[in-house]
């Protein structure tokens, strides 16, 4: 086990880290903002040209938001206004501003390309696009075509930042014991020491899942029993989050306040989902833009509006909207002046009232979910919570673990995840270790979004600091594997698919449930033949030695072909044809549509294998 962790030198190494790693992803940025004409960028789907503003309002927290629809005079009378399509997502980061002319000179256009307003993306429709403004008196560019373009994020790296700085500067006085064990300066405190006999009352826990094996039930008991620390080690199909889910309950039996949080919105929101089929009182933070529309009823947002203070925050609204309406009318630059003026403070009211309502509604529930990224906003700064239980731990970079860690008070840690499937994507390589198959690489280099995940990943020991050293690592590393309990069974793969990754990642325990272990295509509740293709559970396609050639996606666009990724996803021709051709046998065996994915790590591969022709019975 390792010595203790010096705190000030942690988050000093961490904000060194942090930043070589946002330097990275700027810089990787800004070359293709500056290297590329925004009508290259559209093409990849980093831009969108040709937009107009069709209408401005007041949302959340008082900010503008700005709809944009395609401009008129680009779209040929009797078709429809549908946007192109592009690779502008929700919660994106953008910049919005005028279109150079046809006619501008390159390096004009180029410069353009770093200016504008900036926002984040609300909505995605198919004819227009919604964004909120960052600055509150942004002048939106209201006459004339504009273009929106995609930059880096920097906003989560801002959080962890201030998360680290405020861990480095803390005295050692304000370490709380909670705090002192997170770093091995003391060790967990030892179980119930009558946690074995049969009389404990865990052991008469009344489960609401009557279902979960045995493997399950201990860990929820040893996460209950735990007094700072449990990790709930889940490999693949093991049902960690469905394990989490009697965790949470059992806790709120207990009468406990819990911080729920995930590195990604859709973690959260999967367990809102769970936890809603409980009708359990919740609340989920975070921008209803972001969340699925399933669980809007349980957000912030939406409480807001239905509650009884909610009626007052409208009235505000309202009135900001009417002023909002009015600076498009005028073009007198004093009038519009006072305007902003006066939005100011509409702004500040609005603000409060919205404070009142939103602070009563969070300290009143029980259960609070939100990102990691979230869980440091001022919703829930300060705020008292038994327990904090992180999902997918193990995705998620330590800083953005210590967000709820440091913002709110909490003496206790669930971290549920599996530190043997593939760390958090890392950009700089100085944050990395070498890694070993990079080193015969003759042109290594990290590509950007998902396809980075197909370079071999090497899992860095956890007692070297590199970023991807998640907590859940240091944990395991620090006080060793008492303080983890692993699922073992999993529910997702026939017996012969699991055999590889059990026996090389995780000391050959996974057991495959009944149900799947010898489960074929073959016997699929609706006719499927009975080939060669439906009875075996694994088939591998040998492509070595074949005319199996690679190609980047820049030479294809080069060749006039249409990319989406102006990187360097890589695709090959001949193993989209070799798995177009077994997804058709499998067709014709009567294998319907929605039983087969086809999963490749790059994006380029997943574009040329769809432009393949399979048919359906
Ligand atoms: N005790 C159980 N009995 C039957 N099915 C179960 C049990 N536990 C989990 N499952 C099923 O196993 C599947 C995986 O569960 P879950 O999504 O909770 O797993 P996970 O480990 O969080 O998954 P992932 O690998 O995606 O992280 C789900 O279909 C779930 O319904």
């Not at 700072?228 to 049902?239: K, Q, S, V, Y």
């Not at 731990?393 to 043997?420: N, Y």
């Not at 999993?490 to 990754?501: C, K, L, S, T, V």
């Not at 996974?510 to 295509?521: E, S």
């Amino acid at each position: 086990m390792q010595e203790p962790t010096d705190i000030p030198s942690f988050a000093a190494t961490q904000l060194t880290l942090l930043d070589a790693e946002l330097k990275a992803e700027l810089s990787e940025t800004n070359a293709l903002l500056s290297s590329h004409t925004p009508t290259a960028l559209a093409r990849a789907g980093l831009a969108i040209l040709n937009l107009n503003v069709s209408s401005i309002r007041t949302g959340l927290g008082g900010k503008t938001v700005v709809e944009l629809g395609l401009d008129p005079a680009v779209v040929t009378k009797g078709d429809k206004a549908d946007i192109p399509e592009h690779g502008i997502r929700v919660g994106d980061i953008v910049a919005l501003q005028d279109q150079p002319a046809g006619s501008a000179k390159k390096t004009e256009k180029r410069e353009l390309a770093i200016k504008g307003v900036e926002g984040v993306v609300l909505r995605v429709k198919r004819e227009a696009i919604e964004i909120i403004l960052d600055k509150e008196d942004a002048d939106v560019p209201s006459a004339g075509k504009l273009w929106l373009v995609k930059l880096a994020n920097d906003v989560t790296y801002k959080r962890m930042n201030q998360t680290m700085s405020r861990l480095q500067k803390l005295e050692d006085r304000e370490y709380t014991p909670f705090m002192r064990v997170l770093f091995g300066q003391d060790s967990p405190s030892p179980l119930p020491s009558d946690l074995n006999d049969p009389s404990h009352p865990l052991h008469k826990l009344e489960w609401n899942d009557p279902s979960l094996n045995h493997s399950q039930k201990e860990a929820v008991k040893f996460a209950l029993a735990s007094r700072e620390i449990a990790l709930i080690h889940g490999p693949p199909g093991t049902g960690k989050t469905h394990t989490l889910i009697e965790l949470i309950l059992q806790l709120l039996k207990q009468k406990l306040r819990l911080l729920v949080c995930g590195p990604s919105n859709i973690s959260v929101d999967n367990i809102v989902e769970r936890l809603a089929a409980h009708k359990v009182p919740m609340i989920r933070l975070g921008h209803p833009a972001r969340l699925l529309p399933s669980v809007l009823n349980h957000s912030l947002d939406v409480l807001t509006k239905t509650s009884d203070a909610a009626a007052l925050v409208q009235d505000v609204r309202k009135e900001m909207d009417d002023k909002q309406s009015s600076i498009r009318k005028t073009r007198n630059a004093r009038e519009r002046r006072q305007i902003y003026a006066d939005l100011k403070e509409l702004r500040k009211e609005y603000r409060e009232r919205e404070k009142g309502c939103v602070d009563n509604l969070v300290q009143g529930s029980k259960v609070v979910l939100a990102t990691l990224h979230g869980a440091g906003g001022f919703h829930v700064k300060g705020q008292e919570f038994d327990v904090v239980i992180v999902d997918e731990a193990s995705q998620a970079l330590e800083a953005q673990c210590w967000v709820p860690l440091l913002w709110v008070k909490a003496s206790k840690l669930v971290l549920a995840g599996d530190h043997l499937q593939l760390p958090p994507t890392i950009k700089s390589l100085n944050s990395k270790q070498t890694k070993p198959s990079q080193k015969n690489k003759k042109d290594a280099k990290v590509s950007n979004g998902e396809d980075s995940r197909a370079e071999t990943p090497v899992k860095p020991a956890a007692s070297s600091t590199t970023l991807e050293t998640t907590l859940f690592d240091r944990l395991l590393a620090l006080h060793g594997p008492s303080i983890k309990r692993m699922l073992t069974t999993q529910y997702r793969m026939h017996e012969a698919i699991m055999r590889f990754p059990s026996n090389e990642l995780y000391e050959s325990k996974l057991i495959a449930a009944d149900f799947v272990k010898d489960r074929l295509l073959k016997d699929m509740p609706y006719e499927v033949e009975d080939t060669d293709d439906t009875r075996e559970p694994i088939v591998f396609f040998d492509t070595q030695g074949g005319d199996f050639a690679e190609k980047t996606e820049e030479e294809e666009i080069k060749k006039g072909g249409k990319g989406m990724s102006l990187g360097d996803s890589k695709s090959n021709e001949a193993e989209a044809a070799l798995v177009t051709m077994h997804v058709n046998n499998l067709a014709k065996a009567g294998v319907k549509a929605e039983d087969i994915a086809v999963v490749t790590p790059y994006n380029a591969q997943v574009r040329g294998t769809a432009m393949h022709d399979i048919v359906f019975a």
